[in-house]
């Protein structure tokens, strides 16, 4: 993914000032920044659900969007949202799904109503109808809220996964917990990218 020379605002509220950014094959990058600091907005208009106000945004092969918002129907067991996202995908099985439920053991409530499910539970599924088609590039908004530890650990297990089959995570955040599982952490403030540490291996 490549971003060049971003700029939104609300009304003459300006929340990007010029973002430029390259998400390369196998690369897992964090962006933290204060809450209202834009970093909602930027993921909105990198998934293409938001136009910019100026700039671009080129991107190659599928991608998967996890929003902070959870955007299941509560009525629908987790079984029949796969069913509808596998048609939505036009995948022809649910395999890649079933590793990632298996991963964040979410596969124990296949057959439970969303609005039976705790936060936590709510959020794997979340992720795994973001991860089940397989994409190359990935936007996660603070993807791990809700997670008690043991998930959380998993989550980050899956995420080095994703990064060693040349997958591209982003991973937005308001805090820089976990600046050591990066590669590049950025901080996003007064509109623009900061860069912070770089930790690859």
């Known amino acids: 993914m490549e971003v ?3 700029h939104h605002a609300y009304v003459r509220r300006a929340v990007l000032r010029g ?18 600091a834009g970093k909602s907005t930027l993921l909105r208009i990198l998934s293409g659900e938001l136009r910019p106000q100026r700039g671009t ?26 069913e509808f996202f596998k048609a939505a995908f036009n995948l022809a099985d649910l395999r890649h799904a079933q590793e ?17 499910l705790s936060g936590g539970t709510r959020q794997k599924l979340n992720l795994t109808l973001a991860l089940m088609h397989d ?17 959380y650990q998993r989550f980050w297990e899956l995420a080095v996964r994703l ?3 040349g997958r591209s995570v982003l991973v937005v955040a308001h805090l820089a917990y976990d600046a050591e599982r990066l590669d590049e952490m950025w901080h996003l403030e007064g509109g623009v990218l900061h ?5 690859t291996a």
Not at 58 to 82: K, S
Not at 108 to 116: F, I, K, M, N, S
Not at 137 to 149: A, N, T
């Open 135 to 151: 994409p190359q590039v990935l936007l996660l908004d603070e993807p791990y809220q809700g997670f008690d530890w043991e998930t």
């Open 4 to 6: 060049r020379d971003l």
């Open 19 to 36: 973002i430029d950014m390259d998400l390369r094959p196998g690369i897992l990058v964090g962006i933290v920044g204060e809450n209202g």
């Open 163 to 165: 990064r060693k089959a």
């Open 100 to 116: 990632v439920m298996e991963a964040l053991r979410l596969s124990e409530y296949a057959d439970e109503r969303a609005g039976l």
């Open 195 to 199: 860069p912070g540490a770089s930790v």
């Open 57 to 82: 945004v080129c991107h190659t092969g599928r991608f998967g969007y996890c929003p902070q918002e959870v955007v299941i129907n509560d009525a629908l067991t987790v079984r029949q949202h796969l």
